[in-house]
């Protein structure tokens, strides 16, 4: 079973930014954080992941606090192809992914 | 450099019979994990297999259904006596150490 809470949904206006967050207050120090989507119907698709600092990709940015309980993913200009449900997800191992029921995103025109 | 190739996409069984998934990893993968998605549900995570081995099939029910990731070739989820119950999205991830998941587009499973 999944190890962190998420909103189950949020919107978010066209051009903004998405900001999604996560609580993970059990995380253990060797834990990551990883997040992924699901646009309808497709595979779940990886963002990002991070252990203690923020990151950032082409996708989108990280931020972590300071105790690792807590995290947020950020999509800094959400388009309508945005529109999916996000998961964060606790693993120290790349091997035990469990995903929880996410946080559906409606991005609105 | 081809992703997870998961085929059929979709497989229509009649209550009692079999159903064969079949996955194919990222080139240089090892690692290959099996969800389930029920209707309007999220993941669930199924079996965990490296080549020849099953690692973790903690979430797998105990009875008709099975996988193996042979040396050569795909992985099979294997459902025998399929009911009405075992309709759903199948999905196939592979991985290689440290890197995360990357997903094929599924098997969609109707038991009719």
Redesign the interface.
Same mark, same amino acid.
């Given at each position: 079973d999944a190890k962190t809470t998420q909103p189950p949904s949020m919107d978010c206006a066209e051009g903004r930014a998405a900001n999604l967050p996560c609580n993970h207050s059990t995380i253990s120090g060797n834990e990551y954080v990883y997040w992924y989507r699901q646009i309808h119907s497709q595979g779940p698709q990886y963002i990002i992941h991070g252990l203690k600092n923020n990151e950032t990709n082409e996708m989108a940015s990280l931020i972590i606090t300071e105790d690792r309980k807590s995290s947020t993913l950020i999509l800094p200009h959400a388009t309508l192809r945005d529109t999916a449900v996000y998961y964060c997800i606790n693993s120290n191992n790349n091997n035990d992914m469990r995903f929880g029921a996410g946080t559906r995103l409606t991005v609105k025109p | 450099n081809a992703g997870?190739m998961q085929n059929p996409r979709h497989l229509v069984r009649r209550r009692g019979q079999e159903a064969r998934l079949r996955c194919s990893p990222m080139k240089g993968h090892s690692?290959v994990?099996w969800?389930r998605q029920l209707p309007e549900e999220?993941?669930?995570?199924m079996v965990?297999l490296q080549k020849e081995n099953i690692?973790?099939e903690s979430g797998m029910p105990k009875e008709r259904f099975s996988a193996e990731f042979p040396k050569e070739g795909p992985s099979i989820l294997r459902i025998q006596q399929v009911v009405r119950g075992d309709s759903a999205?199948y999905?196939c991830?592979s991985?290689e150490?440290?890197?995360?998941?990357?997903? =094929?587009? =599924?098997t969609r499973l109707t038991v009719v």
């Open positions: - | 997870v690692h994990y969800y999220g993941l669930k995570f965990y690692i973790d999205a999905f991830a991985s150490a440290n890197y995360g998941y990357t997903f =094929g587009s =599924g």
